[in-house]
């Protein structure tokens, strides 16, 4: 904000401009307030404490500098600190507008933290490098990496940091620091990275890390404190932030999030009162101030102190007395503003001066040799300059050269013609691209260029966007391409910039990319670039669930196609029919095509792999026998390599579809041995790589497939692994499955309130088939609630869904059992027995173990009698033979109650004792329960279960004690999972309770043993 413009917003708000005398010397002003900054009232319970000294107490007070009125902010500041250090994290903001003291506040609170004994960490952000990726982390940082020993640095950077750190190019990265592949969006292994750095700082002793400015920092620094401060509370660290409330330019919504966040204490400085600018003017003019002249004070600077300081100095030098009648002379001068007062004082100077003033409000901050190179000066005379400029207060003294207040930079700066800015910069530009390593610089100063069809600027700005996409600052890759887009570059350029500037917008969430995506759809060189921009355009719009458009993009490119572009063609259209098919309204059209692909797919021995796994996925929706499907992926990834494949350029959301898709398919087909090993790999490589994308649809997939064989509790972990590692810009479409599979999960293990409190609703209502798996398990929980009408009407719906989009395999959703099970509990037997039987056919067709015992199950309940029970027998095999025990012990517990009510206790005791035993195992307490009310009906006295050993710990206690056995660290065990140190300590206490251990080498044995411990 120009300090023209701080005036006209005071004036518009009726009140007098701000005041300065055109003939006071600003440098003594300036100059002489930043020195009396220092550290105030550390340990002065309140203000009127400061009151009662005597008025030449008071005198020296303010004559030091000390903050007037902010002992109770301070106060507030000092509590925070000292929680901070007790191991209570906490967030402090400090908001006020333009020289209202932020600055000064801030200073007092790092000497208030060093003094308690904390490591004090600061930065802060400057107008200019707004769009430096992870400038102010940084300047966070490099400090105390570059500062520790190799053995610090080698705990600091443990693990994730150290990815982080090399992904930053901070000092100490490792050296063998590679790049991250293009198509990885990286930004949630930065901050995942960055929070462990800051976490593990933490550790060695309490931190204070103070952002100045905030409303000026890079939005990759701004996320990374969002996502800080979610996790800050378990860590040694007070995060001190201040930021002017508004200010044109920032990204106000970002800024938002991290100020509005419900755990910030916000202290809103207010402006300083009579008494303050009594104090101030009596410290600097003589005589005691009359009420009037303070007044006057008041009215001319809102009581703002970098206002009342310029004032009071000013009005000192005019030689002007504290009385009734000098407050005309403040009413008088008030009419002079702050940046009048400043090119004023400037044109006293020497023109040298004033020519490197205004190079370095272009520069903001820089060498001397730079700044003297901008104003077209030699070294002397630029040395000379700049020490007129620090007499004169403009200057702070020492390198870089740096304004004394961004108030004074803004208004030397505001006195430029916008010519002479956007000139500025393009030559600073220039200038600043000779030093090694400015790109980021360079780029943030072509930014304010006017545009101008200069290819030297398009290159340095897609430098800049490039390497800020590498470290995932997707924001500042947007601004730098769309800045590079408007330049404009040559037109031959223009497809590949559009293509990239949609990927980041799209991996960033940002609203613009289906434009963009279609710009480069549109400026394509010829119809095979086009064809695979519309390719991006449609896996983005998959992604986000606009299942039709993205059909639409896939079939308009395919028809510019001609005779020599099949391969061509049949990618888009497997990429089109599989879109297609999510949506009920698209699928029905799509069906005809899906078939002839997969004819396709049947009948070519080099099928591309995603041609395959298209196949194969359609084949199993579809119905067709699993073992079809299963083949077709099977052939996709080993024509693929037989591997996780690598990023190759894709964007992330979309690189290797075929892989998932393979992956889906085996997993409905009951693949799971063949199945497990591809998700380990992938997932694996997912948290090398820093792949977030991958990450969570890898974690959603192997928690699916624990829910299938029964393992609740790894179900449980691994979503609630992805659903926290996805915070950042993810695909709902995976949080949908990993919502799904985790109330299932939580379901199955009784635990109904968590579930409920599972984010139950996102994207739910949306009717896609990856909606259908979360208002599946919705139904469930709806069911295990015992609001059973409430469940049966999200089973139905699921079932409408399937139906319109022509899904039928039972594998996929066996949607017909649970509801003819719910009709069953509703008394209504014809709806339950029609959906059963119906099941049990398409379960018959389709073949798989699991999918065909529980239609078997469902039907044998519902038939009851001689053929339920043969049905419920066929029902424990084919659970046996898919190798899925907890879904065994269902058929088993229903088999032993039927057996029972025909008087056959003795075989229904022996049913109903193995299922309890493995619902005891599986954690399924519901499915325990049941078996154990039949076993007592059949006369049996089942032994009261004792929760201790094994089966008495959480999924997640489970998980950590498995990871701690392995010999991880509780460090390393919380970045696996994405938790905090604190949550697995807590964990790991209670593991050793419940497993009476006494140390981590026990560990290992207990677990594998399964031994029960005894009670
Ligand atoms: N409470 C106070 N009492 C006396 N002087 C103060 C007080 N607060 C700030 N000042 C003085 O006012 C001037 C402006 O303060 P400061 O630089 O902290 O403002 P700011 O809010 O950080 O402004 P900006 O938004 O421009 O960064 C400084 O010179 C400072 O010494
Ligand atoms: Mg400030």
Not at 84 to 100: L, Q, T
Not at 299 to 323: D, H, K, W, Y
Not at 414 to 438: K, V
Request: proline residues 6%.
């Amino acid at each position: 904000m120009a300090m023209v413009e701080t005036a006209e917003a005071h004036s518009h708000r009726g009140d007098p401009p701000v005041f300065c005398d055109e003939h006071s010397s600003l440098h003594r002003v300036v100059g002489g307030v930043r020195q009396r900054v220092r550290v105030p009232f550390r340990g002065t319970p309140c203000l009127s404490a400061q009151w009662a000294l005597g008025s030449h107490k008071m005198n020296q007070a303010a004559a030091t500098g000390q903050l007037l009125e902010r002992s109770e902010e301070l106060a507030r500041i000092e509590s925070a600190l000292a929680e901070a250090r007790s191991g209570r994290g906490r967030f402090v903001v400090v908001e006020g507008p333009a020289g209202m003291g932020k600055t000064a506040l801030l200073a007092a609170a790092r000497t208030a933290a060093a003094e308690g004994g904390m490591r004090v960490l600061r930065s802060r952000g400057t107008e200019l490098e707004r769009d430096f990726a992870f400038g102010v982390v940084r300047q966070l940082f490099e400090p105390p990496l570059a500062g520790a020993s190799e053995l610090e640095r080698a705990d600091l950077l443990e693990g994730a940091a150290g990815v982080a750190v090399g992904l930053l190019g901070l000092p100490g990265a490792p050296a063998a620091d590679r790049p991250p592949a293009s198509g990885v969006d990286p930004s949630f292994a930065v901050l995942h990275g960055l929070y462990w750095l800051c976490a593990n700082l933490a550790a060695v002793g309490p931190l204070c890390a103070v952002v100045d400015d905030a409303h000026w920092a890079d939005a990759a620094s701004l996320r990374y404190l969002a996502f800080l401060l979610t996790r800050l509370e378990e860590l040694d660290v007070a995060l001190v932030v201040a930021t002017r409330p508004r200010e044109a330019g920032t990204d106000a919504e970002l800024l938002a999030t991290v100020t509005s966040d419900p755990a910030a204490e916000v202290i809103r400085l207010p402006p300083l009162t009579g008494a303050a600018i009594t104090e101030l003017v009596e410290s600097r003019l003589t005589g005691v101030p009359d009420p009037v002249f303070v007044d006057a004070c008041l009215r001319a600077t809102r009581g703002t102190p970098f206002l009342l300081r310029v004032l009071v100095e000013a009005l000192s030098e005019g030689g002007i007395a504290p009385t009734a009648e000098g407050a005309r002379h403040v009413e008088r001068i008030g009419a002079r503003t702050v940046g009048h007062s400043i090119r004023l004082r400037l044109r006293r100077l020497p023109e040298h001066a004033g020519r490197l003033a205004r190079a370095l409000a272009v520069l903001e901050r820089g060498d001397l040799l730079q700044a003297a190179r901008l104003a077209e000066l030699d070294e002397a005379e630029a040395s000379d300059a700049a020490e007129l400029l620090r007499t004169a207060g403009i200057l702070e003294s020492g390198r870089p050269l740096t304004f004394v207040h961004p108030i004074v930079r803004t208004g030397i700066y505001s006195d430029l013609t916008s010519a002479e800015r956007a000139q500025g910069h393009r030559r600073a530009a220039r200038l600043l691209a000779a030093q090694p390593g400015s790109n980021e610089l360079v780029a943030n100063h072509l930014l304010v260029t006017e545009p101008a069809g200069d290819d030297w600027v398009v290159e340095r700005l897609v430098e800049a966007a490039c390497k800020a996409g590498k470290r995932g600052a997707l924001e500042a890759e947007a601004v730098f391409l769309r800045r590079a887009l408007a330049e404009p570059p040559a037109p031959q350029t223009h497809y590949g910039l559009l293509l990239d500037l949609g990927m980041a917008e799209a991996s960033a969430g940002f609203a613009e990319w289906p434009e963009h995506l279609q710009q480069a759809v549109d400026t394509a060189p010829n119809v095979v670039a086009a064809a695979e921009a519309a390719m991006v355009l449609a896996l983005a719009l998959n992604r986000t669930q606009r299942f039709a458009e993205a059909v639409d993009v896939l079939d308009r490119a395919a028809s510019s196609l001609d005779s020599r572009h099949s391969e061509l063609a049949l990618l888009l259209e497997a990429a089109a029919v599989l879109p297609g098919l999510n949506d009920p309204a698209t699928a029905p059209s799509l069906a005809l095509r899906a078939e002839r692909l997969r004819e396709r797919a049947a009948g070519d021995p080099a099928a591309p792999p995603e041609l395959l796994a298209a196949a194969g996925f359609t084949s199993i929706l579809t119905n067709e026998p699993a073992w079809v499907g299963a083949d077709f992926a099977t052939r996709a990834l080993l024509a693929g390599g037989g591997a996780p494949p690598s990023p190759h350029g894709e964007p992330w959301f979309s690189f290797a579809a075929w892989f998932q898709q393979a992956t889906l398919s085996l997993l409905w087909a009951d693949r799971y041995a063949q199945l497990r090993p591809l998700l380990d790999a992938s997932i694996a490589q997912a948290r090398v790589t820093g792949d977030s994308g991958r990450l969570a649809i890898g974690l959603a997939t192997r928690g699916w497939l624990a829910l299938r064989r029964g393992d609740l509790c790894a179900a449980e972990v691994d979503t609630r692994t992805a659903l926290a590692a996805t915070e950042l810009p993810a695909p709902p479409l995976y949080r949908v499955l990993s919502g799904g599979v985790l109330v299932n999960a939580l379901v199955g293990q009784g635990e109904l309130d968590a579930a409920e409190q599972a984010p139950l609703d996102f994207e739910a209502e949306s009717r896609s088939l990856p909606a259908a798996v979360f208002r599946f398990a919705r139904g469930r929980l709806r069911i295990g609630q015992g609001r059973i009408a409430e469940g049966l009407e999200d089973l139905l719906s699921v079932g409408d869904i399937l139906t319109r989009a022509l899904v039928t395999c039972p594998g996929f959703l066996p949607w017909r059992s649970e509801a003819a099970l719910a009709h069953l509990a509703l008394g209504d037997r014809d709806p339950a027995g029609r959906l059963a039987e119906e099941e049990l056919e398409l379960a018959q067709a389709f073949g798989a173990p699991r999918a065909l015992g529980i239609a078997q199950r469902a039907a044998g309940v519902i038939a009851g009698g001689d053929r339920g029970a043969s049905l419920l027998r066929e029902a424990v095999d084919a659970f046996e033979r898919g190798d899925v025990s907890l879904e065994r012990a269902r058929a088993l517990t229903d088999l032993g109650a039927l057996l029972r009510r025909r008087n056959r206790r003795t075989e229904a005791r022996e049913l109903l004792r193995q299922a309890l035993d493995a619902a005891q195992r599986a954690g399924a307490r519901p499915l325990a329960d049941q078996a154990e009310t039949e076993l007592r009906a059949t006369g049996a006295r089942p032994r009261r279960v004792v929760l201790t050993g094994l089966d008495s710990l959480t999924a997640s206690e489970r998980r950590i004690a498995e990871l701690a056995g392995q010999g991880l660290t509780n460090r390393e065990i919380a970045q696996t999972l994405f938790i905090t140190a604190r949550t697995v300590e807590g964990h790991l206490t209670s593991v050793f309770r419940k497993l009476r251990l006494h140390s981590r080498d026990e560990l290992p044995a207990t677990l594998a043993g399964g031994a029960p411990v005894p009670a």
